[in-house]
């Protein structure tokens, strides 16, 4: 994990990437927020931590995931098309890479006990495996509805020990969960960390989780040398819900102009539906969870309800970092519909035996749109496994 400190992309000192990003927070959370401002990046590139990360991600994630080439899905679209296989870490995503650095940051605080918000589930399933796999207390906060929706996360959970509290105010979904935590935070501020699951939320949690998932964009470089004789690609493309697995695909290429990025938002049921996660097209600068970013929101500041047939981008905003790359237009940024997505996951399936999670399907689904000559050398994050998602898939696509 290198550090590219000098990046017109990266965070600066206090915390913005261009005019986003920073800490919007009350101030009962200040003394949370100054510990770790203050000690993150000393604690991460400790060689110490540095080792015991890589062993963690090689021998208990699996890592390197590999770099397939997708042979019969590169003859279809005409192009050499790579699928960097995160749906293969254990747990079947890429949120395990930011849960193992997140707690393993909260053990060298002095920490004794984990707090997160989940709103599928996914993210409380990887961070209540790492404090499993590290024997610390761990407590999910989860909307009620989200709870009834979600039943086999909320189940994984509790097998692997985690307490998981029913946040019963407002709309019961994710938003709310997230007060919740915060809240318990601001009460427990010498034992508890608090890990975040995305590039969201206030600095330096989103420069924190980039940090943690580049492993994605340095394994990739690397995988790539050793096939094609060069390091960079035509095209990286990864979908974005809060934009962590983009965040790490992108993130040692950001200063490669070379390299085209490109972000696939959910339109949901389309983007002027009324039902769409496509942040970009409909949304606005804005504070959330205490950061300044692009969010949905109404004319008087209320943060739109999002939608999209897959939990994981089902989210009203992006990450800063996100927000600065397509002000800058940095990287292209797509709005694949719930329809788009369910047959590019088909797709995939049937003709390389992968069944992705709806996700990462949005960032497959990008490929139609691509005219291409027979020589690009594109990636697509494969952020998740599908099996989550089956009976969606059987539903919608009448399976
Ligand atoms: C949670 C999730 C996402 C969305 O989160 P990002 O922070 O945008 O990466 C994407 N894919 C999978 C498989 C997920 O579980």
Redesign the pocket.
């Known amino acids: 994990m290198e550090l590219i400190e000098k990046s017109a992309f990266a965070v600066n000192e206090q915390g913005y990437y261009g005019s986003f990003g920073g800490a919007y927070i009350p101030e009962m959370l200040y003394p949370n927020a100054e510990e770790l401002k203050e000690n993150y990046l000393k604690i991460i590139y400790d060689p110490k931590f540095q080792e015991e990360f890589h062993t963690l991600l090689r021998d208990y994630v699996g890592r390197p995931t590999p770099l397939y080439l997708a042979s019969r899905l590169s003859e279809k679209y005409n192009a050499q098309i790579y699928l960097k296989r995160?749906?293969l870490c254990h747990t079947?995503?890429?949120?395990v890479n930011n849960t193992i650095g997140q707690i393993l940051v909260a053990k060298r605080l002095g920490k004794k006990r984990i707090v997160a918000e989940t709103?599928?589930g996914?993210?409380g399933v990887?961070t209540a495996t790492v404090c499993a796999l590290m024997g610390m207390e761990c407590i999910v906060y989860m909307g009620e509805i989200d709870i009834q929706r979600q039943a086999p996360n909320v189940a994984r959970m509790k097998m692997l020990g985690a307490e998981v509290r029913a946040a019963t105010c407002g709309s019961k979904t994710l938003k709310d969960a997230t007060n919740e935590a915060m809240r318990h935070w601001i009460n427990n501020p010498v034992d508890t960390h608090y890990i975040i699951?995305?590039?969201?939320g206030f600095h330096p949690f989103p420069d924190m989780?980039a940090r943690f998932?580049s492993v994605i964009s340095e394994e990739i470089k690397k995988q790539l040398l050793e096939k094609i004789g060069r390091e960079n690609p035509d095209y990286v493309i990864?979908?974005?819900?809060?934009?962590?697995?983009?965040?790490?695909a992108f993130y040692h290429y950001l200063d490669e102009s070379d390299v085209k990025l490109v972000a696939a938002e959910a339109a949901g049921q389309g983007v002027n539906s009324g039902h769409s996660a496509a942040t970009t097209f409909l949304g606005k600068p804005g504070i959330l969870h205490g950061s300044r970013t692009i969010l949905m929101q109404t004319e008087d500041g209320q943060v739109t309800e999002p939608y999209s047939i897959?939990?994981?981008?089902d989210?009203p905003g992006?990450?800063p970092i996100h927000a600065h790359l397509f002000e800058t237009n940095r990287a292209i940024f797509a709005a694949i519909t719930d329809q788009e997505a369910l047959q590019a996951g088909l797709e995939l399936s049937r003709m390389e035996g992968i069944i992705?999670?709806?996700?990462?399907s949005h960032a497959l689904a990008y490929l139609k749109y691509m005219k291409n000559t027979g020589n690009e050398v594109i990636v697509v994050n494969l952020?998740?496994?599908g099996d989550?998602d089956l009976a969606t898939y059987s539903r919608e696509l009448g399976l």
């Open positions: 995160e749906d079947g995503a890429h949120k709103g599928a996914q993210h990887a699951g995305s590039v969201v989780v998932q990864a979908c974005v819900g809060g934009g962590s697995n983009a965040a790490g897959s939990a994981g981008l989210y992006i990450g992705p999670a709806l996700e990462s952020s998740g496994r989550k």
